[in-house]
């Protein structure tokens, strides 16, 4: 399925010119949702082509030690949805940069599905990530983001078998994440072997961008990646990152120049 | 209902609650964890095995003791107690641990790991990987370490690792999170036992079926003592294992009462209770839909109870179904009357019960007046006390203290 969203216009852009697709993840609201705000403004100066924008949950049991510490921050310091979507809109009065949603089906759903995914449209976000959405259980949610034109991107693993991984991209729009490893997210020193293969495969069962993420935290890994994959995903190293740095707007120019090298390594591929 | 046979449906939904709700990584190993019990379970060299270490190891089948002066004192009804507190290791959880250490080893899975809350689910997982030469690690809570440090050193002695969890309140909840995380990461050579019937399919079904025992044989100790079944059978209910252990072999007898009994706390205000019937909505948490404690927001808030296992924000999802049938009511005690009941339990029949086990006494000690004399009453007596009786000593401190 192809749903004309900032996401899928951005895959196209990036194909026509023979790019690779550089993907940030940040935790909404860490430290605070201003600082979001001119996070986001920053990453796209430095060449990041589509947000990934973590909703904070309380429980983030996929996700590893430094995205959980990033959302426990960022509920602490008062983030609610409403003021993540109020942000978004924010962002949206300067920028057109597509923005992702990657969160816990919880947040969603106990606002009302419906509703949370409708608002988000409005506010400006063009795709949702569902972490703890399998596609068991996927379909009305599935025809809910479908309804509110946001593209549902989808993950497959390296536990996924491969008439699964069918199923799966059958459900996806935007782009289909693969994931590098079995575990949470987090940094890792090496991405693992079998990960090429995942995406080469999911390669041949859909004409969507396939992406690779989880454990990227260097220019080679990213470089490495983006040799194989359509785009590639860095989070918990942006986030921590972000994090170590001065909390100021210098601090997070220097932390987002850090993320464009990552970027540059990505388009020189 | 129609027949409980059919519930849950192929992926785990209890009517409208329940299901599969995790990341995908996890859905390849549920669904061959599924295939495998489904195996295991027609079996019957399987069977067999699980009934032999139930009666040789467990202590099979657990008395249900007539509490003649409990009786005699309230003054209605004849009460019995299902004394799972005098299975191996202190509680029922072990009868789920034994049934799913064998399904690791069906799967060759070499390694356990468990959540645990008060410290007895983790005690039992520990025990039976002892017991069949496993690896096991133990994911606790650094406030339930805390408070249940006597089961933090039986792990250690019985040879598993246990693992500090420091993130959000440091209890049941996080260790959950924590053990599924682990999960995600060595799911190729680890098997998980959950130690309720919550989380994600295959698992409430699942932990039922083990825990189904409980019931099965109380219906038969009844028959044979009085000639007739229970009219009310009552049991404490954090998760919900105890319960639905309980209750399932008496889904289809309509005029046996069910009343699970959740924890009050200091009251049903925000963050000082675990009653979610009374202050939760639907949510998804940790793998299933069912009814939760949390904010507008979704966020999931803070719980609080005496008894570090019924300390939890979401309950089993077959529980939400039986009560949305009206198979089922739920109602909750306080921290202080399940104190109480802890101190009566020990003064009318020398039985020392777990602080979870005591929020279904202090039930029927609340409500006791209102049955009739010749009304037969089973509590599940889950888990016995010893575990408790710092806690406890503290709790009494802080209340002459006047907090």
Redesign the interface.
């Known amino acids: 399925m192809i749903l004309d969203t900032r996401i899928s216009r951005t895959f196209k852009h990036l194909k026509a010119s023979g790019k690779k697709g550089f993907i940030a993840y940040i935790t909404a609201g860490d430290p605070t949702l201003q600082a979001t705000i001119e996070v986001v403004h920053r990453l796209e100066e430095v060449g990041v082509d589509i947000i990934e924008l973590g909703i904070p949950?309380?429980?983030?049991?996929?996700d590893?030690r430094v995205n959980?510490e990033a959302a426990?921050r960022a509920?602490q310091a008062g983030a609610?949805?409403s003021g993540v979507l109020d942000a978004i809109a924010t962002i949206r009065k300067t920028s057109e940069i597509p923005i992702l949603f990657f969160s816990?089906?919880?947040?969603?759903?106990?606002?009302d599905f419906r509703k949370s995914v409708r608002q988000s449209a409005t506010a400006g976000v063009d795709g949702c990530l569902l972490?703890?959405?399998?596609i068991?259980?996927s379909a009305p949610y599935v025809q809910e983001l479908q309804q509110a034109n946001l593209d549902n991107v989808?993950?497959?693993?390296?536990?996924?078998?491969d008439k699964?991984i069918g199923e799966?991209v059958r459900t996806a729009s935007g782009f289909v994440y693969c994931?590098s490893r079995?575990?949470?997210t987090g940094m890792q020193d090496k991405t693992e072997k079998g990960a090429e293969e995942l995406l080469r495969h999911t390669r041949k069962l859909t004409d969507l961008p396939v992406a690779l993420g989880f454990g990227i935290s260097t220019p080679g890994q990213a470089a490495a990646a983006a040799g194989y994959a359509d785009a590639v995903v860095v989070g918990s190293a942006i986030v921590q990152k972000f994090h170590t740095m001065p909390q100021t707007s210098k601090g997070r120019r220097e932390a987002a120049a850090w993320v464009g090298n990552m970027v540059k390594a990505v388009k020189e591929v | 209902m129609s027949s409980k046979i059919k519930i849950p449906d192929a992926h785990g939904h209890f009517g409208p609650y329940g299901g599969m709700f995790v990341p995908e990584t996890l859905m390849t190993p549920l669904n061959e964890l599924t295939e495998e019990y489904e195996r295991a379970k027609r079996d019957p060299a399987f069977r067999k095995e699980l009934a032999y270490y139930l009666n040789e190891y467990v202590g099979r089948p657990t008395p249900l003791y007539y509490a003649a002066r409990m009786s005699e004192a309230l003054g209605t009804a004849k009460i019995y107690l299902k004394r799972e507190d005098l299975c191996h290791t202190g509680a029922h959880k072990i009868n789920n641990c034994i049934g799913q250490a064998l399904l690791a080893r069906r799967m060759k899975k070499n390694r356990l790991i468990a959540e645990t809350g008060a410290g007895q689910h983790g005690v039992a997982t520990a025990t039976v990987a002892a017991m069949f030469g496993m690896e096991c690690t133990v994911y606790m809570g650094k406030v339930d370490m805390e408070r249940q440090a006597l089961n933090v050193f039986r792990m250690e002695r019985l040879g598993a690792t246990v693992a500090p969890v420091t993130a959000g309140q440091q209890t049941l909840k996080e260790a959950i999170s924590e053990a599924m995380r682990d999960w995600v990461t060595n799911v190729r050579s680890t098997h998980y036992i959950l130690g309720s019937v919550l989380g994600s399919h295959p698992y409430p079904m699942m932990v039922r079926d083990f825990q189904s025992v409980i019931g099965r044989e109380a219906r038969k100790q009844c028959l044979k003592k009085e000639g007739r079944l229970p009219d009310r059978l009552i049991a404490c209910v954090g998760g919900g294992s105890n319960a639905m252990g309980l209750f399932y072999a008496f889904v289809d007898d309509r005029d046996v009462e069910m009343i699970g009994v959740e924890a009050g706390g200091r009251g049903i205000r925000g963050g000082e209770h675990a009653a979610r019937f009374a202050g939760g909505r639907l949510g998804v948490l940790q793998g299933t839909k069912t009814y939760v404690l949390q904010d507008k927001d979704g966020q999931i808030q803070l719980t609080h109870s005496v008894s570090a296992g019924l300390d939890y924000a979401a309950i089993g999802p077959e529980h939400a179904l039986l009560r949305d049938l009206k198979r089922a009511t739920y109602a909750h005690v306080s921290d202080k009357e399940a104190v109480k009941a802890v101190n009566a339990l020990c003064a009318w029949e020398g039985i020392l019960p777990a602080l979870e086990s005591a929020h279904a006494v202090a039930y029927v000690m609340k409500q006791a007046k209102t049955w009739k004399k010749d009304d037969i009453v089973i509590i599940n007596l889950s888990g016995r006390g010893d575990k408790d009786v710092m806690q406890i000593a503290e709790w009494e401190r802080q209340q002459k203290a006047g907090n």
């Open positions: 949950f309380s429980d983030p049991l996929a590893g959980q426990e509920l609610t949805f816990y089906l919880n947040p969603l759903f106990a606002r972490l703890d959405l399998p068991e259980e989808t993950l497959v693993t390296p536990t996924t078998p699964r799966i994931v079995t575990g949470v």
